[in-house]
C-alpha cells in the first residue's frame, strides 16, 4: 500500500497541494494563446471556465514564487490578446458573439469545439479572471498596461442586456442554429458572480432588477438543523466565493435570514459531512472524516451488485447532498476548495484522505473523483475507482480558495475592483468591507 509521510505542518501540508494544482495550469496551457485544457485528458478542448479559473491562479504563482511575474504576464496577455482578437459572429466558425464566448474551444485555433453553446456562465467565469489580471499587473510597463486596458475592453464588450432578453433573470446561453437556451439561471447556484457582473457593467448592463429575480427563485431549507440555502454540490457554495468575499456582507435575502452567503457555504460544508455521517444509501467509506459531493468524473454508467445491493453508477455528474444524485463517488478537491468555510472539519478530512486512501492523492494533485463502494471490485484497487483525469475547473478552485485562507489575495485583489463593488451594490449587499473604502491598486513591487 502506497503510503506518504504526513508533513510537518497545515501550512506545508496546503502549500503542497496547492503548487501540485497550480502546476496543472503550466502543463496544460497553450501559451501561443492562452487557452488552458479543460482536463488532462489527450485531444481534449480548452474550457473558457478554466482559462478564467488560470488568469486569476497566475498571480497566485507569482506571489508563491512558483511562476516569474514576466512569465506569467506573457501568459496573461496571450489570453487576453486572444479573447479580444478572436474572430466574434453568429456563424458557425467563430470564438464568440456579443462579447460572449463558447464554453468549449479548440486548443490550438480557438474556435467553437463540440457544437456547444455560447456560455453565460463560464464567461463570467473568465470575466472574473480577466478582471483579476487587471487587477493584480499594476506594474508601468507596457505589457502590464496592455493587461489592464484589454481587462477593461474584453469586459465593456460583453452585451448583458441582450442575453437577459425580457426576463429580469438571465438566460443560460445560446446556440447559433436554435438561437436561446430554453433555460435560465434559476435556484441558487454558482452563478452569483454571473449577475453581480453582469448588472455593474458599465455599457450593456443587465437591468437593475435581474438580481431579485434570481433570489425570489430560491429554496430556503432546514436539513440536519442546519437553516440553508440549498445548492446540492458543493461547488455552487465555493465559485463565486473564489473572488468575492461574501463573509460580513448581505443582501436583501440574507438579511432577511440574519446569515450571509460565507455563513451559508459554512452550513452546507458541514451538512455534506453530516450527509455521510448519516449515510442514507449505505456506501462505502462515508463517515466524519470522508464526505463532500460536487459535479465531477464518475466511474461510468453501469449496475452492478455490491454486497446484495442493486447499485447505479454514473459518469461525469454534479453530485449533491442530501438530495443526491449520490452514487457513492467522492469529490476529494472539495475539503480544499471549502477550506476558508470550515478548516476545522475540512483538513481532519484531507489528512484522513492521505492516511486512508493514499493511491486518491499521490502527487498531491486532487483527482476529480473517487469511489470507495467499488473498492477491490471489477479490477479497481484498494479505495475503489480513481478518475485518471485531473480537471482545470477543480485545479483553479483548489488554488484559489487554498490562497484566500492563507492570505486573502484574491478577495483583497476584488475588494479593489470598481466593477465588484458596483455590481454588489447595486444587487443590494451593504455592511461589512463595502461600507469601508476601496483598497488602493496594488503596485508590481519591483
Given at each position: ?379 479497481f484497487g484498494p479505495s475503489g475507482w480513481i478518475s485518471d483525469a ?57
Amino acid at each position: 500500500m502506497l503510503r506518504i509521510e504526513p508533513p510537518q505542518s497545515d501550512e506545508e501540508l496546503l502549500d503542497r497541494f496547492q503548487r501540485a494544482a497550480f502546476g496543472y495550469f503550466l502543463e496544460t496551457v497553450n501559451a501561443e494563446n492562452g487557452l488552458v485544457a479543460d482536463t488532462s485528458r489527450p485531444n481534449w478542448p480548452a474550457s473558457i471556465a478554466v482559462v478564467g479559473f488560470a488568469l486569476s491562479c497566475y498571480p497566485v504563482g507569482v506571489e508563491r514564487g512558483w511562476i516569474a511575474r514576466d512569465a506569467a504576464v506573457k501568459l496573461t496577455l496571450a489570453a487576453l490578446r486572444f479573447f479580444w482578437n478572436s474572430r466574434q459572429g453568429d456563424g458557425d466558425d467563430v470564438t464568440g458573439h456579443k462579447g460572449f464566448y463558447y464554453h468549449f474551444l479548440d486548443m490550438r485555433t480557438g474556435l467553437r469545439a463540440w457544437r456547444c453553446e455560447l456560455s453565460v456562465v463560464d464567461t463570467a467565469l473568465l470575466m472574473a479572471g480577466v478582471l483579476t489580471a487587471g487587477a493584480y499587473f499594476t506594474g508601468d510597463t507596457d505589457d502590464e498596461t496592455e493587461i489592464r486596458e484589454l481587462a477593461e475592453m474584453l469586459y465593456r464588450r460583453v452585451d448583458w442586456r441582450w442575453i437577459q432578453g425580457s426576463r429580469p433573470i438571465l438566460r443560460q446561453g445560446w446556440k447559433p442554429k436554435s438561437g436561446f437556451l430554453r433555460y435560465g439561471w434559476e435556484g441558487y447556484n454558482e452563478a452569483t458572480i454571473l449577475y453581480v457582473l453582469a448588472m455593474a457593467a458599465p455599457d450593456k448592463p443587465a437591468s437593475d432588477d435581474s438580481y431579485a429575480g434570481w433570489t425570489a427563485t430560491y429554496q430556503w431549507e432546514n436539513i440536519y438543523g442546519y437553516d440553508v440555502l440549498y445548492g446540492g454540490p458543493l461547488f455552487m457554495h465555493q465559485f463565486s466565493h473564489a473572488w468575492i468575499d461574501f463573509d460580513g456582507i448581505r443582501d436583501a435575502f440574507m438579511r432577511d435570514k440574519n446569515s450571509d452567503y460565507f455563513e451559508n457555504s459554512r452550513r452546507a460544508t458541514y451538512l455534506h459531512r453530516d450527509y455521510a455521517r448519516h449515510n442514507p444509501s449505505g456506501y462505502d467509506g462515508y463517515g466524519e472524516a470522508l464526505w463532500g459531493l460536487s459535479a465531477g468524473d464518475g466511474p461510468g454508467k453501469f449496475r452492478a451488485r455490491i454486497e446484495r445491493r442493486p447499485r447505479k453508477f454514473s459518469g461525469y455528474a454534479a453530485r449533491g447532498a442530501p438530495f443526491g444524485p449520490d452514487d457513492g463517488t467522492i469529490a476529494p478537491w472539495s475539503y480544499l476548495a471549502s477550506l476558508p468555510f470550515a478548516p476545522e472539519i475540512c483538513l481532519p478530512a484531507l489528512r484522513h484522505l492521505r492516511e486512508r486512501h493514499p493511491e486518491v492523492v499521490d502527487g498531491f494533485r486532487m483527482p476529480s473523483g473517487f469511489n470507495p463502494t467499488l473498492a477491490n471490485r471489477r479490477k479497481f484497487g484498494p479505495s475503489g475507482w480513481i478518475s485518471d483525469a485531473h480537471y482545470g475547473l477543480d485545479q483553479g478552485i483548489v488554488v484559489l480558495m487554498i490562497e484566500n485562507h492563507r492570505s486573502r489575495l484574491i478577495w483583497e485583489l476584488m475588494r479593489s475592483s470598481p466593477h465588484i463593488r458596483r455590481g454588489l451594490c447595486k444587487a443590494g449587499f451593504s455592511g461589512g468591507w463595502l461600507s469601508q473604502p476601496a483598497s488602493p491598486p496594488r503596485k508590481d513591487p519591483c
